[in-house]
Every structure is written in C-alpha cells, then in structure tokens.
C-alpha cells in the first residue's frame, strides 16, 4: 500500500505536548475536578485519575503545545 508513495511529496510534522500543570497537586480545584470528571472511564481498579496526569498533555483541553517541527526530504541524484 505504501510502495507507491513518494517519500519526497510528504510533509512530517510533528507537535510535542505537555500537561498545563507539571503535577496533579500544582492545579486548582477546577482544574482538578474536570481531570477527575474526564478521567472516570479510564481508571482501572485500585488506580485514582490523579494516578493518570502524566497522560494530561495528550488531551487538548488539559495539555499545551511546546513545540511544532516540520519536515521533508530531498534525495540527491548521483
């Protein structure tokens, strides 16, 4: 399937998040209670939503873009 693609007509990007908050304890209680309301179907037995914070820069309203990268390649002719 993707034999047919050339590699120099494709655009990488890549964007690295990180939460908006270093830790669970540094948001406010807002902050707080609508990570534990987002995270209620994720958690499995015996583990908090505060257990699951080092996931928050993956989720748009939890997380900020610190970095965006963009590339391409050139091949050179021999």
Not at 2 to 29: G, H, Q, R, W, Y
Not at 58 to 72: L, P, Q, T, V
Request: negative net charge; aromatic residues 12%; glycine residues 6%.
């Amino acid at each position: 399937m993707l034999n047919n693609l050339n590699i120099e007509e494709i655009l990488f990007l890549d964007i690295e998040t990180v939460p908006i908050a270093p830790e669970f304890d540094k948001l406010s209680e807002n902050w707080k209670k609508l990570w534990r309301h987002k995270m209620q179907f994720k958690i499995n037995d015996g583990e908090l939503p505060d257990d699951l914070y080092d996931r928050a820069g993956i989720y748009a309203e939890f997380g900020k873009i610190i970095c965006i990268s963009a590339g391409y390649v050139i091949q050179k002719k021999r």
